[in-house]
């Protein structure tokens, strides 16, 4: 995604990554305000103003800690470790609940929406365009779930008088008590969804279409959907919003090349779509994308030209308000048994933690600092708490 270019070092990512490496005559170069220079992968090439005109910074090697670690301290076993580090499941719940030891049933986004009252009209603050998520899911807060390019009503309601009686009828079952707190709660939830169905429905049918071309891809879908939130949110009485998307693809332990750079492409052209959108929104200073995933991969390929499961990896920052055109945190160093790399293979220990990256956002965003652990329960255990990128 992003490869180092200054004086040898490319020569030893090279060597490392092998019939993976990407070309340097095809990298697109950056250089950060230090004058380190880099380069981004040319899939990513709709990225590349972004970076140029400092609306997209890089934090480097974020991962997931339970505190500070050293390569001479780490041990596979060790207490301290996140919980099954190198499972997918696992980490991906860990990731979107910003706890790397333990269960919890809500995720670091829902704590801020928790932390952060911003809905006056009763539409939810956090909005999944991707599902359920339990990034988006707080203490006291649920988040809205849209499917886009469906209907936000019921499937088969239309203005017949019949389909009005059906729906009818089907809000006053809701309405009889229920046996169990279960059926009650589930009740409660689907009646609450219907409101905000037809709020939101209501309120997107009245506005203009944007201009900004999205690509017609999962991702763009999704974030095309959020713009169009975004342009009704003063209709939804919202005055702060978060979004959850999402993308798979990339557990790649084979033929990288192949099936990667689509994904990267389609990232790039997404996101780029979106900075787009809300510049055309008037927006642009307002809101922040970032990019989360639960680990990187290994810098050393296997036999299928493919990559394992490893655990820091970089992530994008997009926005108006950000310190772009710099990368944040501490660089690798990019070769095979470095003082970065935990297993000779190229599994980068994480220099910066999820509660790091995370809490630089959600100060931005208007958590107190007092609030701060309360969505990132173990930031106590590391002496910075901005990671630096944001502009607050």
């Not at 707080?138 to 209907?151: D, M, Q, V």
């Not at 709660?185 to 429905?201: I, V």
């Not at 005055?239 to 999402?246: D, G, L, M, T, V």
Request: charge should be negative.
């Amino acid at each position: 995604m992003i490869v180092p270019l200054g004086p040898g070092t490319y020569d030893a990512y090279a060597a490392a990554r092998g019939v993976l490496a990407v070309p340097s005559d095809s990298l697109l170069p950056v250089s950060t305000t230090a004058g380190q220079m880099y380069g981004l992968h040319p899939s990513l090439a709709s990225l590349l103003p972004l970076f140029q005109q400092r609306r997209m910074a890089v934090a480097a090697n974020v991962g997931m800690l339970v505190q500070p670690m050293s390569k001479a301290s780490y041990a596979p076993n060790a207490e301290q470790l996140p919980r099954n580090l190198f499972s997918h499941m696992d980490q991906a719940l860990a990731w979107q609940s910003a706890v790397a030891r333990g269960n919890i049933r809500t995720g670091w986004g829902g704590r801020i929406v928790d932390q952060v009252p911003t809905t006056s009209s009763g539409f939810p603050t956090a909005v999944s365009v991707a599902g359920n998520a339990l990034f988006a899911t707080g203490a006291t807060s649920e988040p809205a779930t849209i499917i886009p390019g469906l209907s936000s009503d019921l499937a088969g309601v239309d203005t017949s008088a019949g389909a009005t009686a059906r729906v009818s009828a089907f809000e006053q079952l809701l309405d009889l008590p229920g046996g169990t707190v279960l059926i009650q709660a589930a009740s409660a939830t689907t009646r609450e969804g219907l409101e905000h169905a037809r709020l939101l429905t209501s309120v997107l049918a009245g506005r203009a279409p944007l201009t900004t071309t999205f690509p017609s891809t999962d991702l763009g879908v999704q974030l095309q959907e959020v713009a169009k939130v975004i342009q009704v949110r003063q209709q939804l009485g919202a005055s702060r919003q978060i979004f959850f998307c999402s993308i798979g693809g990339f557990d790649t332990h084979v033929a990288q090349t192949v099936l990667q750079e689509p994904l990267l492409l389609q990232l790039a052209d997404a996101l780029a779509a979106f900075y787009r959108a809300t510049m055309e929104l008037g927006v642009d200073s307002q809101v922040t994308t970032f990019t989360a995933s639960e680990f990187g991969r290994t810098l050393q390929p296997t036999f299928g030209a493919g990559t394992d499961h490893a655990w820091g990896s970089h992530h994008f920052v997009i926005g108006g308000a950000v310190r772009g055109g710099d990368i944040y945190g501490q660089f690798p160093t990019v070769a095979l048994g470095g003082p970065d790399d935990i297993s000779g293979r190229g599994v980068w220990l994480p220099t910066s933690s999820l509660d790091q990256y995370g809490a630089t956002l959600a100060s931005w965003f208007g958590v107190p600092p007092v609030a701060l652990p309360i969505v990132f329960p173990n930031l106590s255990n590391f002496g910075m708490t901005s990671m630096g990128f944001m502009a607050v």
